[in-house]
């Protein structure tokens, strides 16, 4: 039954690569028949048999017609054969540097009776898939390079397709064990026997020159004469891939069909459990991405061992899933990055690529741009992120001419004190932006201590007190939150050592690469932080900094929620609520108790980043 279901898989691909092939067959005739036209009046004139002035006319009209058309299409095919086709960004894995991984898909592939992969390289993503980069665009087929690899009986890599390159999920190799990454890998590998057919080959590589011509022509540029003919090249190419999509996704889906069905009898029962680890491993390492590197990326570091992070954030939410009973037992079956010969190195290139893709960073460390280790982090990151937060909460606050609260307690230096932000956002009448306009407020504006009462925006940008984020919070809440805002964007908006220059991400300023760096990030990790969030980060930033410099407390590192707060080694829980019910309602009660049961003294002067 499994091989009637490959069978059908496989012939449903080839059907649908012939169909493929059957446009752009018919492309070309729609091409030729000019020319086919013309040589048939220039043959009638030449014997005699068409002539007149309706036949010459039509010869002086149609020759001129077919000499652009096949100048015109001998562009276009030019320029589908040789365009680049985009390549995701992946870190090389040799055999050198991974023998017993290689061993191991070569095995895979042998079981299945399937070619095995060209190469294999990881991605900083928790996916697997077989990429074709047989492009003349990309210089020799990888193939040709490391052939051995497939073996001493596959011969001949010029008379057939070359095999794909095998992209894995750098997270599955350090969370997975050896038989789960086995099994997962199974019908991406399976994948390579629909990929050595002829047809199968030709329809993907049509396919994937059009969208490579459909870039090409959708790039700037500033000559007219370049802008038409590439507007032209493109709307050509887009005809030609509306054409072929239908065609195209179900060629796609036959060839997975017969990859899963032909995978079916290898490792059927252990699959199982590793499709969980899959959905585990997703999990965890969004987790990790978003609230543990993205904090550190954006202090212009970027921490250098994901990797092995995520392995001590899945282990963590093993213990909170109830899916993932028993993980206990797995961890001590050998774990699948044991089969890299230096597994440190490939997750420092691995942690820097997925900086790359998901931030911007550049592609090397700088003096702004630094790794971080995970024993450095909660004081490189952690500390040194609360305290600049702190730091632009008190310059925003200056800015808008708020002083401390006058008082026996109140620092006589004019230091930066937590009870100064306290006693500014407490609002004892709990005005909110909704409804009525605050007491004391003038020309109807929001009611803040200072001479300076309107946030600055840029001329043409929303207000950002019109953010609905901000209905419900009390007015020196909104008034600073949009202060806050409008200060980041500012910071963002100035040019950063740490972002790559055009200049240095050209790609013809390295040969090997086989993708554009200036539309980094390729995957950003969240959106802008709303105005609401900046001013809960930024005061809970000065909480902690607070509570580091008056009780005794540390920074520190939760796998799953990223930056936490340790007092007495124990991480605080509890802090986020008392937060909001200060922003929302202008209550500073439940902080200031909190704050006193843990013995932070607000009024104590804090040191800032």
């Not at 030609?240 to 995978?263: I, M, N, P, Y």
């Not at 971080?372 to 500390?383: L, Q, T």
């Not at 809970?540 to 799953?560: E, Q, R």
């Amino acid at each position: 039954m499994t091989g009637m279901g490959v069978e059908a898989g496989a012939q449903a691909a080839r059907a649908r690569a012939l169909a493929v092939l059957r446009i752009r067959s018919r492309a070309l005739a729609v091409a030729l028949l000019p020319a086919a036209v013309a040589v048939i009046l220039l043959a009638g004139a030449a014997g005699d048999r068409l002539e007149g002035p309706v036949w010459d006319t039509a010869r002086w009209v149609l020759t001129p017609f077919a000499v652009l058309v096949l100048l015109a299409a001998a562009g276009i095919a030019l320029v589908v054969a040789r365009a680049r086709p985009a390549m995701s960004p992946t870190v090389p894995v040799t055999e050198e540097a991974a023998p017993d991984l290689y061993r191991m898909v070569r095995d895979l592939a042998d079981r299945l009776d399937v070619p095995a992969p060209s190469a294999i390289a990881l991605t900083p993503d928790c996916d697997s898939w077989l990429e074709d980069r047989t492009h003349p665009a990309h210089g020799p087929p990888p193939a040709e390079e490391h052939h051995d690899i497939a073996g001493a009986g596959r011969q001949a890599h010029r008379r057939h397709p070359v095999a794909p390159v095998l992209v894995i999920g750098s997270p599955f190799l350090w969370w997975m064990r050896v038989g789960e990454l086995r099994a997962v890998l199974a019908p991406v590998i399976a994948g390579t026997g629909p990929s050595a057919h002829p047809d199968i080959a030709a329809a993907r590589r049509f396919v994937r020159g059009l969208d490579a011509a459909v870039a090409v022509a959708s790039a700037p540029r500033r000559e007219p004469v370049s802008r038409a003919v590439l507007a032209g090249m493109g709307w050509v190419a887009r005809l030609l891939l509306r054409s072929c999509r239908v065609h195209a996704a179900e060629l796609e889906r036959g060839v997975a069909a017969a990859a899963a069905e032909r995978a079916q009898a290898v490792d059927y029962g252990l699959r199982i459990v590793a499709q969980e680890q899959v959905g585990l491993a997703y999990a965890g390492w969004d987790r990790l991405l978003t609230r543990v590197a993205l904090p550190a990326w954006r202090m212009g570091r970027w921490p250098s061992r994901l990797d092995a992070g995520v392995v001590a954030a899945l282990t963590e939410l093993s213990r909170r899933d109830r899916l993932a009973e028993g993980f206990a037992s797995r961890l001590g079956e050998r774990p699948a990055c044991d089969l890299l010969e230096e597994p440190g190195t490939v997750d420092e290139a691995a942690s820097l690529l997925a900086a790359r893709l998901f931030h911007g960073g550049p592609a090397g460390s700088g003096p702004d741009w630094s790794p971080v280790d995970w024993s450095e982090y909660p004081d490189e990151v952690v500390d040194r992120k609360w305290r600049l937060d702190a730091a632009r909460l008190h310059r925003v606050l200056d800015t808008m001419g708020v002083r401390p609260a006058p008082g026996p307690t109140a620092p006589a230096t004019g230091a930066p004190t937590l009870s100064r932000v306290l006693d500014h956002l407490a609002d004892p009448g709990t005005a909110r932006t909704t409804g009525s306009t605050p007491a004391g407020s003038p020309a109807g504006g929001p009611a803040v201590s200072g001479p300076d009462t309107a946030p600055a925006r840029t001329p043409g940008a929303p207000d950002p007190l019109d953010d609905e984020d901000l209905s419900g919070t009390t007015a020196p809440s909104a008034t600073l939150a949009a202060r806050l805002s409008a200060e980041l964007a500012r910071e963002e908006a100035a040019p950063s050592p740490a972002a790559p220059s055009p200049a240095s991400t050209s790609p013809a300023s390295d040969d090997a690469a086989l993708w554009d760096d200036r539309a980094l990030p390729l995957f950003p990790l969240q959106p802008p932080r709303t105005a609401r969030e900046l001013l809960a980060d930024h005061l809970t930033a000065m909480v902690c900094c607070a509570a580091m410099d008056t009780a005794g407390a540390a920074p520190g590192l939760d796998w799953l929620d990223g930056p936490t707060l340790l007092i007495d080694g124990e991480r605080t829980a509890d802090l986020a609520p008392k937060v909001l019910t200060l922003i929302e309602d202008g209550d500073a009660t439940p902080l200031r108790v909190w704050l006193s049961q843990l013995g932070i003294r607000p009024e104590k002067p804090v040191r800032l980043g």
